[in-house]
Every structure is written in C-alpha cells, then in structure tokens.
C-alpha cells in the first residue's frame, strides 16, 4: 500500500484524498516512512518536520470530515528548499553560518502552501546559499541522485529534485538563479519550471542574487508542477520586485498539451563544444518529436548569449556580496571569537571564517572585487550591458518564435567529487540555463528520455517571455504526453529502486 501511495502523482493523491479513498494522514506517513527508509542513501533532506507534517495532514483531514472547502492540492506532501524561512522550522541555507537559526516568519510562499493545505514534509538540502550546480557544497554534506547514488543531483536545489526522483515527495519548491530549479530536474529525471522574474514572491527567500533568484515549483509531471505553480504564483506587496498581474493559467495550458501551429525556436549558441553525444542526441529527437506533432521549427542567431555565462559570474557574485554582508556574527546565526580582547571586526571575521564555505568565500571575494572603486565600470558595469544585450536578443528571438528549446544541460549527471576543485567545469553547466536569469524569462525543464551513454536523464528545456509561462506548461504537456506514449510507461519507472 504505501509503495502505491508514494507513486502517485500529486493530482491523483489530491483526488483520492477529496474522494475520501485515502486520508492526508495515509499519505503523509507513507511519504514520511519513505524518507526514513531512503534518504541515508540520498541525503536529500536537512530538516523532516515530522510532527508538523502530521498535524498539518490531520488538519486537512478534520477540514474535510467538517465539509470545509479545500484547494486542489490539499493533503498533498511537499520538500521545501531551505532557503525559504519558516516559523519554527531549522532554515540554514546549507550554510553553517545560519545553523540552527528558527525563523520567527513565514516566507510568503511558505504561507501560500500552508493556506492552500499542502502539507511540508521538511527543507531539503541545497549548495550553501544557493551556489552550486552539484548539491556538494552544502555544509551539511552532498545530496546523491537516486538514479546513481555514485553521481550528483545537481544544484543549487538537488534535495528538492532528488526527493522527487526517489519518491519521497510528489511535490518540491526549488529556487533558480542562473539555473538551480532547472539543471537538477534535468539530472534526476522530473520537471522544474524557473517563473517569470516577479511572478512568486522573494518574500522570506534567503537573498543569493536578487535581481536573479526566483522561487518555483519541482514535480514529477507537468500537471502536478502547474497545480503547484498556481498555488505559489500572485502579486505579494511585501516584495517590491512582485509583478503585479493575474497568474498565467498554467494548469489549462497543461491540460491542453498541444503545439500544433506553435513556433519553436532553435538558438544556434545552444549548440557546439563540451556537449554530451547522448545529450545532443534525445535533444535532436525532441526536435523532431516537435515537428512531427505540428510545431514549426526556425533557427535563431542570438550571439549575446555567448557572453552570458561571464556576465552571470560578475553580477550574481556582486550582488552576493552585498547580500551577505547581513551574516556578520553580530545579530543572528553563528557566531565565534566573542572574547574578551576581539573587536566587532573580529567576531565577525572569524564568523565568516567559520561559517562560510569555500565555493560562498570565493564569490564573495569576486563580487567584491567587481565592485570594488576603479573597476565597478571594467566589470559589474559590463555585465550589465551585456545583460542587456542578452535581452534585446530575447526579444528579437520571441518577435519570430513563441517558445525556444534547447538542451537544459551540456552534460548528464557527473559523479561526485569530479568538479569540487574545479570551479570553472562546474559553472559550464549553466551555459544553457543562465541566459533566462539574465533576462528574466520563465523557463522549464522535463525529462526527454535516457542518454545512450550512460542511461541517465536528459533534461529538454522550453523558454517562453515573460509572464508566458503558460506556454512553458502547454508545449511541456505535449511532449511529456509524446515521450508516455513512446516509451509506454513514465520515465521515472525505469529509475533504480531504492532501499
């Protein structure tokens, strides 16, 4: 029973639980039982919520047994990235510098789940503050892919995603910067979607990069990230960046699930060096699969996008070292070197030292650099004119196409340890994912078949403009509903059985 229970996608658990054939409380244990009997393997959670996960599951169910009206994923489990706070829940940020801190607040996403009876199991691990594309540099220890627990899950959000792949949650909450909901859906076989900028709220998210980061929802299918994207999405007056419009209708473009007559585009700098053969290959297949399901393809020249890895590593490093500044040992998380003799400049020096990791020390350090007096406009100032560029590119492109594909990364998980001492081979697995940020686009990722290298997911990326996210959810459906059918059972069936 509880194995059934765990498979189910997260619009079937909602139907059985409003059908009375299954009680929140069921589902929660089953999924609760399912991370204790997996995640030494996985290590995709920080924190479980037991006991709050059980009282919110009853909650739901008293809700029901009083005829009270619920929403559509009530009594519905859900793995929270740890960078969102959340009353009287550990939030770290996989940092030691935030160890054991316990917010006196909701996130504004975190409330929106709560109102919306979704029950949260627990924050799932993440890299420290959010950079990463591997899960490894988290404090708390790597998070390991379900599909090979030799290799990553990718970052920045590889718990949530590998919660999802090892079915310990039918539903997760990521956050994307320059790719940290994408690439990790990618590695592990399920679906991410990176929202329009503005369109869920950074209220409560652990700053990384703020004109980059934005908060978004991870599934296992396109529906079940659409149910959960309409639950997140809204104008949040708390947040000065939130966009203030009606939500896209995501869940009807995911039912619709039809291309015919779409435009795709093509970009021709998605493309060349450094790319898996296997990768290339299911790629290509998604092209035609697109074409032969009524989409009409055209090939786009977008050259800015060849500078926008480089823009990416001097504006999100720069605005991370502001951000950061906050973490000073002085007004809340670690603190050390609080001895008689040690000047406030010392406690927080030696708190930094601490409790920072080596990948945060290293942005730091550029952004601070960047934007430093004598080589703000050599640098920071460049990176934004490049990032202009890559938007007026963006909008060239999006005049010829309603939607652009491309490969979400150049290559299929890595192991562990391959990259850890070489920061440049792990920021070229954003080359496909950055320019969004960049931009602000919405963008998602879903799995388009297995390498013929490796026998590990490809992840197939679908980029719409902003606040078109419901384009995203159609073409996505379409092809997801091609690939079923092909290979006659859902992706993830063919992914190792854990424990």
Known sequence: MTDHIIRLTAARTAEKIASGELTALQVTEAHLARIEATDEKVGAFLHVDREG??????????????????????????????????TGVPTTCGSRILEGWIPPYDATLTRKLKEADVVIL?????????????????????????????????????GSAAALAAFQAPLAIGTDTGGSIRQPAALTGTVGVKP??????????????????QGGPCARTVLDTALLHEVIAGHDPLDSTSIDAP?????????SADVAGMRIGVVKQFAGEGYQPGVVQRFNESVAL???????????????????????????????????????G????????????HSAEDVTAL????????????????????????????????????????????????????????????????????????????????????????????????????SPDDGLPVGLQIIAPPMKDHRLYRTGAALEAAFTARRGHPLLDEAPVLG
Do not use: H
Request: net charge negative; hydrophobic share 40%; proline share 7%.
């Open 122 to 158: 627990g924050k799932t691990n993440m890299d420290e503050f959010a950079m990463g594309s591997s899960t490894e540099n988290s404090a708390y220890g790597p998070t390991a892919n379900p599909w090979d627990l030799n290799r990553v899950p990718g970052g920045s959000g590889g």
């Open 290 to 328: 697109l074409e032969e399901l009524g989409a009409r393809i055209i090939e786009l020249d977008c050259p800015s996008f060849d500078l926008a890895l480089a823009a990416y590593y001097l504006i999100a490093p720069s605005e991370a070292s502001s951000n950061l500044a906050r973490f000073d």
């Open 351 to 450: 708190t930094r030292e601490a409790g920072f990791g080596p990948e945060v020390k290293r942005r730091i350090i550029l952004g601070t650099y960047a934007l430093s007096s004598g080589y703000y406009d050599a640098y920071y100032g460049s990176a934004q004119k490049v990032r202009t560029l890559i938007m007026r590119d963006f909008d060239q492109a999006f005049a010829q196409a309603d939607v652009i594909v491309s490969p979400t990364m150049p290559t299929t998980a890595f192991p562990i340890g391959e990259r850890v001492d070489d920061p440049l081979a792990m920021y070229l697995a954003d080359l496909c994912t950055i320019p969004t940020n960049l931009a602000g686009n919405c963008a998602m990722s879903l799995p388009c078949g297995l």
């Open 330 to 341: 002085i007004r809340y998380g670690l603190r050390t070197g609080d001895t008689p003799g």
């Open 53 to 86: 996960a059980l009282a919110q599951a009853r909650a739901v169910d008293a809700k029901r047994a009083r005829g009270e009206e619920l929403g559509p994923l009530a009594g519905v489990p859900l793995a929270l990235k740890d960078a969102f706070t959340t």
């Open 247 to 255: 939500v896209p209708p995501v869940v009807d473009a995911a039912l």
């Open 196 to 213: 329009t900028y503005g369109a869920v709220s950074r209220y409560g998210l652990v700053a990384y990069s703020s004109s980059l980061d």
